[in-house]
């Protein structure tokens, strides 16, 4: 469907190629990182849905009594108001997640989540970061 | 003749249990529990399969209800596809899931279920009947709020990672002509 209508821009990306990639930790029913194939699984009503670190802007957390609150921010149009969009998209009309929170009461196990996400998010912006320069 | 599967789950339980089939239906029993979870030959009307987190999930639609059951493994799916069909003439239907790692897709009502896909493929479904709240703010964004099951007991460090809220960005007509300049 995307033919015309691909942002410009946009490259490819993809967590993986089938259900057969997906790593045995998603069984937990918790956030996982799989680093390797540079993505965040999140545990959505018994399904193991893959974000590509691609998708993710950031993600935030905060304590409120026994658990802690994650939540995950995900690229989309319509972020940056006045402003013309850094990040194209496949396809600008399609529905987009927005955001996912969760909570948990181990509040240690979110850190290190947040830190991994947030981390991968360096390394793969320092990796486009350089490729760039290199193609200057 | 009776088939029995282990280490299955009865939907988003945390509690494994046996599933039985015999000629005369399915059930389920916890390992921990008394209760039983039948699924009569005479109700069930389709059956799909399909990889969850808990590997493989079996679902069955019966009239005006269908009952889940995760923790399948892959080789199970030949074994079970001939037991449907010979008890109850009911082809055991593969549904692909999307795992490309796209947060863009479309929304679809199924039943009591809000389903996003991805590329025509399920992504994941959310159940309606537990959302406790919904808010639309500035026209295109829909949030969904998820009433907690388990909010009731002690919070546990080892229970699974709770969802409570999602929001999906939906370009509206009048967003689409703004940001058009094609």
């Known amino acids: 469907s995307g033919t015309g209508k691909e942002g410009k821009g946009w490259k490819r990306f993809q967590s993986y190629k089938g259900e057969v990639g997906l790593p045995k930790e998603v069984e937990s029913l918790r956030i996982f990182v799989d680093r390797k194939a540079q993505t965040v699984i999140l545990p959505m009503n018994g399904f193991a849905v893959p974000f590509h670190i691609n998708t993710i802007k950031n993600v935030s957390k905060n304590d409120e009594g026994e658990f802690t609150y994650l939540r995950v921010n995900f690229q989309t149009p319509g972020q940056l108001a006045g402003k013309k969009e850094d990040t194209p998209f496949e396809d600008p009309d399609a529905t987009f997640v927005r955001s996912v929170t969760y909570r948990s009461a181990d509040g240690h196990r979110f850190d290190s989540i947040s830190k991994q996400i947030t981390d991968l998010k360096k390394e793969v912006n320092k990796r486009e970061q350089q490729k760039k320069e290199l193609a200057d | ?182």
């Open chain 2, 1 to 182: 003749m009776t088939t029995q599967f282990d280490k299955v789950y009865h939907g988003l339980s945390s509690q494994a249990g046996k599933f039985r089939v015999a000629s005369s239906g399915m059930a389920w029993k916890g390992e921990n529990d008394e209760d039983v979870t039948l699924v009569p030959s005479d109700q069930i009307k389709w059956a799909q399969w399909l990889r969850v987190a808990r590997g493989f999930q079996l679902r069955v639609g019966m009239k005006g209800r269908r009952e889940v059951f995760d923790g399948f493994e892959r080789d199970d799916h030949d074994k079970l596809a001939a037991l449907l069909k010979q008890h109850f003439s009911v082809t055991l239907e593969p549904q692909e899931v999307s795992v490309k790692g796209w947060n863009w897709g479309l929304t679809d009502f199924k039943g009591d279920d809000l389903a996003f896909l991805v590329s025509n493929k399920t992504s994941f479904e959310l159940p309606l009947h537990q959302v406790a709240n919904t808010n639309i703010a500035g026209r295109t964004e829909v949030s969904l709020e998820f009433s907690a099951p388990s909010s009731s007991k002690k919070p546990s460090k080892s229970a699974p990672d709770e969802m409570v809220e999602i929001r999906f960005f939906v370009p509206g007509q009048s967003t689409r002509a703004r940001g058009s300049d094609a």
